[in-house]
């Protein structure tokens, strides 16, 4: 059987990888397993392969608890569709997103394509290079409670102006100007009274 060596790369920290064996018969969910036994991230959340080209544009989708508009529109899913389906090429490439609601996003790609080795347990991680960054989904790491952001609210001083301007005040405020223009009218440019 042909083992496949994929090298999976953070997006945003190409220094971070993994290599990993994987039998040419497993399934895209053994992969996603894999990933995520070695960087330690849940692997029970919304994910997806895309088979992608050499500038990893995004093509055909292989989805894990895919939504119901992405059921309804055919997604294939990662328990059911083997790797081999998609090994057109020696140098195969997946855009893998993580956990789309605080999403990572890897490049994976085929570097090799092996002999199956007697003894050896398949998928393997055959090389783990850097710590995988923290992840704040994996984690269940609310960015923000939404109780504290009310509390916040409570605190702000309430006033009965309207954009800084007490309504009454403003009207006081045209009653002098009348009265200043009344006593204007009374007198001349000079400042005296007219005598007409």
Do not use: C
Request: aromatic residues 12%; proline residues 4%.
């Amino acid at each position: 059987m042909a083992i496949y060596r994929f090298r999976v790369t953070f997006e945003d920290y190409e220094d971070i990888y993994r290599e990993i064996d994987m039998p040419s018969r497993g399934t895209f969910l053994e992969l996603h397993e894999a990933i995520h036994r070695s960087t330690g991230y849940r692997s029970d959340v919304s994910s997806s392969f895309y088979v992608s080209n050499d500038q990893w544009k995004k093509g055909t989708e292989i989805a894990l608890l895919p939504t119901e508009r992405k059921i309804s529109d055919g997604v294939l899913k990662m328990e059911d569709i083997r790797l081999s389906k998609f090994i057109d090429d020696p140098h195969q490439k997946f855009y893998y997103v993580y956990n789309f609601d605080r999403p990572y996003d890897f490049h994976v790609e085929l570097i090799k394509i092996l002999k199956e080795e007697e003894g050896k347990e398949y998928p393997l991680i055959s090389k783990s290079v850097g710590e995988a960054p923290k992840n704040m989904g994996a984690a269940n790491f609310p960015l923000s409670s939404g109780v504290d952001d009310e509390d916040d609210e409570d605190d702000v001083p309430t006033d009965d102006t309207e954009y800084g301007v007490d309504e009454e005040e403003e009207f006081d405020m045209f009653d002098d100007e009348e009265e200043e223009s009344d006593e204007e009218s009374k007198q001349g440019s000079n400042g005296f009274e007219d005598e007409y």
